[in-house]
């Protein structure tokens, strides 16, 4: 099993910005991506960013051009920035690990999840 621990949720103006970050142990030899999810009350969960080890990057539409994510080199941490926050950024994210092998559907792994209140 992979464990996720989050850190950097909390408090924040709208306009400012913020910056999550993930480190994952554990079971991660068939690591192959990681990223950050939200989801707000009443919504369904939706992807931010996902980043993968051979550097495909993707972003959610709604912070695209917004957000920044980043891994490091040995590929067990991931580091979101999001710029210009919104009111409706406003919810509990998510950290994920995606597991499996190349060309296969990968398995998720989710964090406990890390409130982030953007305020007005």
């Known amino acids: 099993q992979v464990q996720l621990v989050e850190s950097g949720g909390g408090l924040v103006q709208a306009g400012g910005s913020l910056e999550l970050s993930c480190a994952a142990s554990?079971?991660?030899?068939?690591?192959?991506?990681m990223g950050w999810s939200r989801q707000a009350p009443g919504k369904p969960r939706e992807l931010v960013a996902r980043a993968a080890n051979g550097g495909n990057i993707d972003y959610g539409g709604s912070v695209r051009g917004r957000a920044t994510i980043s891994r490091d080199g040995a590929k067990n941490t991931v580091s979101l920035r999001l710029n210009s926050l919104k009111p409706e950024d406003t919810g509990v994210y998510y950290c994920a690990a995606y597991q499996g092998g190349r060309d296969a559907d990968w398995d998720v792994t989710w964090g406990p999840g890390t409130q982030v209140t953007v305020s007005s």
């Open positions: 554990g079971s991660i030899l068939r690591l192959q991506a």
